[in-house]
């Protein structure tokens, strides 16, 4: 079966650190762009970060930008969010994603369903 599972969540405190790490089995996902997406109780989903294929370029939503990085090992098959200064807002599922296109993975409202997404891990942040 094809999956991507999610990793490195947990309860940080307020300014500390946590690094996501999304696992992909049962295909290469080196053509794929991949990203981060979230969900808080009552909240919508969220576009959080994205990378393309080859990672030559990134998205950020603003609220993240200079706090989170994404980045990709395409020889692990793997992705990555390294999150620093972390605050309470950014408690939520996080979740792994997979699609052919990035805008499906930059925006809140694709217009199209991910090609693939993990069961999510949870982060929490604690003030």
């Known amino acids: 079966q094809v999956q991507l599972v999610e990793s490195g969540g947990g309860l940080v405190q307020a300014g500390g650190s946590l690094r996501l790490s999304c696992a992909a089995s049962?295909?290469?996902?080196?053509?794929?762009?991949m990203g981060w997406v979230r969900q808080a109780p009552g909240k919508e989903r969220e576009f959080v970060a994205a990378?393309?294929?080859?990672?030559?370029?990134?998205y950020y939503r603003d609220s993240v930008k200079g706090r989170f990085t994404i980045s990709r090992d395409n020889a692990k098959n793997t992705v990555y969010l390294q999150m620093n200064s972390l605050n309470p807002e950014d408690t939520a599922v996080y979740y792994c994603?997979?699609?052919?296109?990035?805008?499906?993975?930059?925006?809140?409202?694709?217009?199209?369903?991910?090609?693939?997404w993990g069961q999510g891990t949870q982060v929490t942040v604690s003030s």
């Open positions: 994603a997979a699609s052919r296109h990035i805008a499906t993975l930059t925006t809140d409202h694709p217009a199209y369903e991910y090609d693939f």
């Open positions: 049962g295909r290469s996902f080196r053509r794929d762009a």
């Open positions: 990378i393309t294929w080859n990672g030559d370029d990134t």
